[in-house]
C-alpha cells in the first residue's frame, strides 16, 4: 500500500493489498483520535479510536497507530477490499469539554 | 440497533423557504451534534446540545438558522429564510458522555436551495 497524507486527495490500492493512511494533527495537546469511513451518500461511521496514552490500537482488519512526537496519526487497513473505498476522516480532540476536528478527508479507492 | 436517524434524506426548495431538518438520536446517547458538509469547508460544527440544552452555538452561520432540542429524542435544526449558499449535506450525530467520546452520524440531509 502507499502512504500518503492528507494534502493528497486520493489513495488507489490494489485489493488485497495493505492500506496505509496518514493524518497529521494540529493540536500537540489534542488527547483523542477517532477515524471515519464516508462511504457515498452516507454519514461518516466510526471505525477506530485511540487516546494519546497509547502508541498504537488494533481493530477488525484496522490498526490506529499514534506518533505524538510529530502529531501524526495513521490508519492501516489489511487485505483492503472492494466495501474499504469510501473517504477516510481523521478526527482530533482536546480534553472531555472540546469540539471534534475534522481533517479534510481522504478517498481510498481499491482496484479489483 | 436503531441508528441517529435523520429526515427528510432530501429536500429541494426555493430560495426564502423554511426548511426544517430533524433527527433522533440514539436512544441513551446525551449529546447531539448538528454538522454541515460541503466540498469546499468539509464537516463543520454547527451546534451541540448536552443534556437537551445548548451548550455551544458558534458554529451557525447566521439568524437565519436555529436549533431546538425540546426532548432527549428529538432535535430540529431551522433555516428561514433559505438562501442557495445553505445547500449542503446535514447531518446530526449524538454520543454519551463528555465530548471526547465516539460520536455516531445518521444519514444525513441533502439540501438543495434553488
Known amino acids: 500500500g502507499e502512504s500518503v497524507g492528507l494534502h493528497l486527495p486520493t489513495l488507489s490500492v490494489q485489493e488485497g493489498d495493505n492500506s496505509i493512511i496518514n493524518c497529521a494533527y494540529s493540536?500537540?495537546?489534542?488527547?483523542?483520535f477517532i477515524w471515519y469511513k464516508q462511504e457515498s451518500g452516507k454519514g461518516p461511521q466510526f471505525i477506530i479510536d485511540?487516546?494519546?496514552?497509547?502508541d498504537k490500537r488494533q481493530g477488525q482488519r484496522v490498526t490506529v497507530l499514534l506518533n505524538k512526537t510529530v502529531k501524526h496519526l495513521s490508519l492501516q487497513i489489511a487485505a483492503t477490499q472492494p466495501g474499504d473505498s469510501a473517504v477516510y476522516f481523521c478526527?482530533?480532540?482536546?480534553?472531555?469539554?472540546?469540539?471534534?476536528?475534522f481533517g479534510k478527508g481522504i478517498t481510498l479507492s481499491v482496484r479489483p | 440497533d436503531a441508528g441517529v436517524i435523520q429526515s427528510p434524506r432530501h429536500e429541494v426548495t426555493e430560495m426564502g423557504q423554511e426548511v426544517t431538518l430533524r433527527c433522533k438520536p440514539i436512544?441513551?446517547?446525551?449529546?447531539l451534534f448538528w454538522y454541515r458538509q460541503t466540498m469546499m469547508r468539509g464537516l463543520e460544527l454547527l451546534i451541540y446540545?448536552?443534556?437537551?440544552?445548548?451548550?455551544?452555538d458558534s458554529g451557525m452561520p447566521e439568524d437565519r438558522f436555529s436549533a431546538k432540542m425540546p426532548n432527549a429524542s428529538f432535535s430540529t435544526l431551522k433555516i428561514q429564510p433559505s438562501e442557495p449558499r445553505d445547500s449542503a449535506v446535514y447531518f446530526c450525530?449524538?454520543?454519551?458522555?463528555?465530548?471526547?467520546?465516539?460520536?455516531?452520524f445518521g444519514d444525513g440531509t441533502r439540501l438543495s436551495i434553488l
Open positions: 450525530a449524538s454520543s454519551f458522555g463528555q465530548l471526547n467520546q465516539p460520536q455516531h
Open positions: 478526527a482530533e480532540i482536546l480534553g472531555a469539554n472540546s469540539k471534534l476536528t
Open positions: 446540545f448536552n443534556n437537551n440544552v445548548p451548550i455551544d
Open positions: 485511540i487516546r494519546s496514552n497509547m
Open positions: 493540536n500537540s495537546a489534542s488527547d483523542y
Open positions: 436512544s441513551g446517547h446525551n449529546s
